[in-house]
């Protein structure tokens, strides 16, 4: 069904933030769900980002929806024009909620946060879009929850302050260079239902550990000199099920860094 756009003035429930704007929603009339468009917020710094988990407002009586995207971040300067998330206003956000409702985050939604320390996912998360959080290079953790299906084309590239990616049981598809120049990262856990590696994690030269549950070597695809699926000449341990070495070993046995697990 067609999509309509609103404006109003305030996230409900947050009147701390006087001057934050939710600028724009696109409602489905049929579900009462919407997209968050395009948020504007007046100078501050810092703040805390965050989204609401429903939003009512009139139309033709009232209606209240529950969003269910997040994309396309703008700000507005002391000059009163608009900032996009790479420009000035990203470096105001160093935290961000995104609440209950939030099911896909669009691509390019945190692109170039670079203060952003923390941010609390969605529980019903499904979809994180290409390079939604690359360059967030501030970012201490990330936990993912259970449900999540896919993540983007330098989803998270250089988020250099993440030591640990533990992914859920539901990710089937990573996109390439997902995780990859993350300098700190140390640690990696693969689920049995990633059955194939791409470049993700290539450039990750502090890795030390990489977990693996599946029994059966995940498929090496898209691999080059210069885009391993892991970072070369870096010495870390694959740990792999009991009595699972042997086939690895077989297909892997080009990884001459890997330690028995």
């Known amino acids: 069904s067609a999509a309509d756009e609103f404006e109003i003035t305030v996230f409900n429930g947050y009147a701390e933030y006087e001057n934050c704007a939710l ?3 696109n409602i489905d009339q049929t579900t009462n769900q919407g997209e968050l468009c395009k948020l504007m917020y007046a100078d501050t710094n810092p ?21 269910k995207k997040i994309s396309d971040l703008f700000f507005r300067t002391a000059t009163n024009t608009l900032e996009q998330k790479y420009q000035q206003g990203a ?14 985050i669009g691509d390019y939604c945190f692109y170039q946060f670079k203060n952003l320390k923390n941010i609390v996912l ?22 993912f929850p259970e449900g999540l299906e896919s993540v983007g084309d330098n989803a998270f590239y250089k988020c250099n302050s993440i030591e640990e990616f533990v992914f859920p049981n539901s990710l089937t598809t990573y996109g390439v260079l997902s995780f990859a120049g993350c300098a700190n990262l140390k640690r990696i856990y693969l689920p049995e239902t990633v059955t194939s590696i ?18 059966t070597p995940p498929t090496r695809i898209n691999e080059t000199e210069d885009a391993a699926s892991f970072p070369p000449n870096v010495k870390f341990t694959i740990h792999v099920p009991e009595g699972a070495y042997n086939t690895y070993y077989e297909k892997w046995h080009d990884l001459r860094y890997m330690d028995n697990a």
């Open 23 to 25: 600028m724009k929603i």
């Open 47 to 67: 703040f805390k980002f965050v989204v609401p988990e429903q939003i009512s407002m009139s139309l033709n009586g009232q209606v209240t929806i529950t969003p």
């Open 91 to 104: 470096s105001y956000v160093i935290e961000a909620d995104l609440g209950n409702s939030i099911e896909e």
């Open 122 to 143: 969605p529980p019903n998360l499904k979809r994180i879009g290409n390079s939604a959080f690359e360059f967030c290079t501030s970012l201490t953790s990330v936990v």
């Open 198 to 215: 791409n470049n993700s994690f290539n450039s990750c030269k502090s890795l030390t550990d990489v977990f693996i549950s599946a029994t």
